[in-house]
């Protein structure tokens, strides 16, 4: 059975489903794949909490920034489901960055304003504060469960054609205007699809399905987060990230930690890309002892409003390139979205912009994003942090 169609998305987390959205909402035909049931927990897209982390310098990060938050209103407002709470995020610890981000962000009329340790403390006595503090009101949280569900809910009402529990098992380029997309339902149904252009946002998958010879490395790892169970349900909590210094009380660190107070579940905490690499179909949803050992250690230095002891684990993935920067681009008539590195959640509705610009020939990506960028020998990483 050969279905044609306009544009097929394949992959139906927040950045695909964001994808069909905009292109459903451009009158555009479109048809989007996800191999997985509503709600499910194999990729990067579930869970209750992200990290909507506004800490940026680099303009083009910046840039997205004044963008998503319009975008997010919009989605909730199409979608009648409230997405955000902007309970603001608190950037703390000795790190060089924080001047460079207060002074693009507030060149871009993004709040940015710095905070003693005292005055910190004193907002949000969960957490131990020992340097000045960068505090950025129009951030916080987006529940990314929900986010998900909104997404494909207004892609459909927009007249896309959204089918869950249907894999796409090859992507075959014809020429510069044809692409086959072979499928397989979990009924056994085969069906192929041709399309002008395939948008391809399976997460860990990419490499699988499209290849490597013209991406980035794309490393896939199992992050272990976790939640925390308060001390004190009426605390206030600002979403967070700490950079680590000089010392023997960082040394057994491992990254820089993020974290949020996920409502009915505790304060989420993690550590920021250190998973060990995965097989993205062989994965054991385990948390590694050692790493989890070492987060309880975190929250009882550092988060004094939780009980470290009462800890539930999280298992989701990152795909990581080596910059940490994303891939935006048009190869073909395929277009490709994919090595988020922790970091993506937040952009989801402007990165839906973006490759739906891709998809339909209204717009580039920004050049900071193509998959043939030259990658130093060591990037400097984004400041934004993972949820």
């Not at 191999?35 to 992200?50: F, K, L, N, V």
């Not at 550590?271 to 062989?282: I, K, N, R, S």
């Not at 002891?309 to 990152?318: A, E, G, L």
């Amino acid at each position: 059975m050969v279905t044609r169609v306009e544009t097929i998305v394949v992959g139906g987390g927040a950045m695909g489903a964001a994808t069909a959205w905009q292109l459903a909402r451009r009158g555009r035909e479109v048809v989007l794949l996800e191999r997985w049931e509503p709600g499910h927990r194999m990729g990067a897209s579930h869970g209750a909490s992200r990290n909507f982390n506004v800490a940026y310098a680099d303009p083009t990060y910046v840039g997205m920034l004044a963008e998503a938050l319009p975008l997010w209103r919009e989605l909730e407002e199409e979608s009648d489901t409230a997405l955000l709470d902007l309970v603001g995020v608190a950037s703390h610890g000795p790190s060089d960055g924080f001047d460079a981000v207060h002074e693009a962000l507030t060149a871009a009329g993004i709040p940015a304003e710095f905070l003693s340790p005292k005055q910190a403390a004193k907002r949000w006595p969960g957490i131990r504060f020992d340097t000045r503090v960068l505090f950025n009101e129009q951030a916080g949280r987006v529940n990314a469960d929900a986010t998900v569900r909104a997404l494909h809910q207004t892609a459909a009402a927009a007249g896309a054609d959204v089918r869950h529990r249907t894999q796409a098992t090859r992507v075959d380029v014809v020429d510069d205007g044809l692409v086959r997309v072979a499928s397989v339902s979990d009924a056994g149904v085969a069906e192929v699809f041709e399309a002008r252009t395939a948008v391809v946002t399976v997460g860990a998958w990419t490499t699988k399905l499209v290849g490597d010879e013209r991406l980035p490395r794309l490393v896939v790892t199992q992050e272990q987060p976790a939640h925390f169970a308060v001390r004190d349900e009426a605390m206030a909590w600002p979403s967070f990230n700490h950079f680590p210094g000089a010392g023997d009380g960082y040394d057994f660190w491992l990254s820089p930690v993020y974290g949020m107070l996920t409502p009915g579940e505790g304060v989420k905490a993690g550590w920021h890309g250190v998973g060990p690499v995965v097989d993205p179909d062989a994965r054991d949803f385990e948390a590694v002892p050692e790493q989890l050992a070492a987060l309880q250690r975190y929250a009882r230095e550092w988060l004094t409003g939780v009980d470290a002891d009462r800890v539930m684990p999280i298992s989701c993935t990152y795909t990581t390139t080596p910059d940490e920067h994303f891939v935006l681009d048009r190869l073909g008539p395929v277009v490709v979205g994919a090595g988020f590195s922790g970091h993506g959640f937040k952009f989801t509705p402007v990165v839906g912009r973006i490759l739906a610009d891709l998809a339909d020939g209204s717009g580039p990506a920004p050049e900071l994003f193509a998959a043939d960028r030259v990658i130093a020998e060591h990037p400097a990483s984004p400041t934004g942090l993972g949820g």
